[in-house]
């Protein structure tokens, strides 16, 4: 992005140091390699359990079900990071987990033929226009209906419609809202997307959903980016791929939302000269909002789908299918660093620190959206079967 | 999505290096420097 953008760099304002806590420090690369190997080894772990839980039961002949390494990353992270707290050495490095999400995003591309991600991806771009629209209206009724402050029911609207921190970061310096509502907006919706990790594989379950529906469901319902991930996988390998392309499309949307509530926080004239003149170049801040890693996700995407092609020249260009399965396999060694960077991150203290109403307001949205994601998500899978 | 093209520590964006490292990764595998990747 260029120098110009006015977003904050979220190592100092995202957890693993949520709202009210000391920022980490600007650290070099070297700097973040402790961080990083604590990532691998607290999903290394993850991996190793889930094998070992597998080979034991199965050897005594007891019936287990099995857990995916992603759950236990993750509550060993949330461990980690609720008793002993994560050193100061390791932070700048966890916080690379989000890093090591978009790497993953990118890379499996590799296991999605284009077809597959235009036919998906159209569907899912169809249910997220209607769960978006829906979202932002019931949100700010909600947010209303709370007495909560507008810029604080924008950011919570926003956060749970699109996408989490990033959009509810790109808001507050779209509309200048408060340093205060932003961090209460954010720990409002990481609060929400922890439980969601735990509720969603259960009521997937419950309904005996497909992976494919209940991906999408998950893509489309939890609002950040590696907790809809982590929620996908916690279901199954293939339901983390179909959450990802899902919550690939409502990222792509992250533009056009923080556009519209620009424009109408300028109208209000409520927004500072700098919010304002943003505006001046419509195009370049839908460019500057947009997910450029979206991108190489496509771009790999069209070298899977070239490797598969009939004509043998234009197979060249693309990649064989070892060549995918390599791939494939680097993206989940990826998203094993985010999910352990999941639990390292959510310090479950500080979550609840926010005030009852947003979290209420936050809860009462995220039931509904959760709710009439389900129901379109049911209808489409009946339609198109997904 | 967790975060928007943030800044990183080399002052290219997140996406930039995620863009570039998945870029190399996908050159060696694709010209056989590594044939394959355990999971």
Request: charged residues 10%; proline residues 4%; glycine residues 10%.
């Amino acid at each position: 992005m260029a120098a110009s953008t006015n977003l904050p760099d979220l190592r100092t304002e995202y957890p693993p140091h949520p709202p009210g806590r000391s920022p980490a420090e600007p650290s070099t690369f070297l700097g973040l390699l402790p961080g990083i190997a604590l990532l691998f080894v607290v999903g290394y772990a993850g991996k190793f359990v889930e094998h070992f839980l597998n080979t034991w039961t199965k050897a005594r002949h007891i019936t287990f079900p099995n857990i995916e390494y992603v759950l236990w990353a993750i509550l060993f992270g949330i461990l980690i990071a609720n008793t002993v707290g994560v050193p100061r050495i390791f932070r700048a490095g966890v916080a690379t987990y989000d890093f090591w999400l978009k790497v993953g995003i990118i890379l499996l591309g590799a296991r999605f033929i284009l077809g597959d991600v235009l036919k998906l991806g159209g569907i899912s771009l169809i249910l997220v226009f209607i769960a978006v629209a829906f979202s932002l209206t019931f949100m700010t009724w909600l947010g209303r209906t709370f007495n909560l402050g507008p810029k604080l029911t924008t950011l919570l609207a926003v956060g749970s419609s699109v996408c989490g921190v990033s959009a509810i970061i790109a808001t507050q310096g779209a509309i200048d809202a408060d340093e205060e509502d932003s961090s209460t907006a954010i720990a409002a919706i990481l609060a929400l997307g922890a439980l969601s990790l735990f509720t969603f594989p259960l009521i997937g379950h419950a309904l005996h959903m497909s992976d494919h529906a209940y991906g999408i469901w998950a893509g489309l319902a939890v609002d950040n980016t590696a907790e809809a991930t982590a929620a996908g996988a916690l279901y199954s390998d293939a339901a983390g791929k179909f959450a990802v392309l899902a919550k690939t499309c409502r990222n792509a949307l992250i533009g056009f939302v923080v556009l519209g509530y620009a424009i109408h926080w300028v109208r209000k004239g409520l927004a500072s000269r700098a919010a304002t003149k943003q505006l001046d170049n419509k195009a370049a801040f839908l460019w500057q909002k947009f997910p450029k890693f979206v991108l190489g996700f496509l771009v790999i995407s069209l070298l899977a789908t070239l490797g598969a092609s009939a004509n043998p020249h234009l197979a060249a260009l693309g990649f064989t299918k070892p060549q995918l399965i390599a791939l494939g396999n680097l993206s989940r060694w990826a998203f094993l660093l985010t999910f352990a960077g999941v639990g390292l991150r959510t310090n479950l203290k500080d979550l609840f620190k926010q005030g009852a109403r947003p979290f209420i307001v936050g809860a009462l949205g995220e039931i509904a959206i959760a709710a009439i994601t389900l129901l379109l998500v049911l209808g489409a899978d009946h339609i198109y079967h997904l | 999505m967790s975060t928007p093209n943030t800044r990183s520590t080399f002052s290219l964006s997140t996406d930039t290096w995620a863009i570039l490292l998945a870029a190399a990764l996908g050159l060696i595998i694709r010209f056989g420097l590594l044939k394959s990747i355990a999971w």
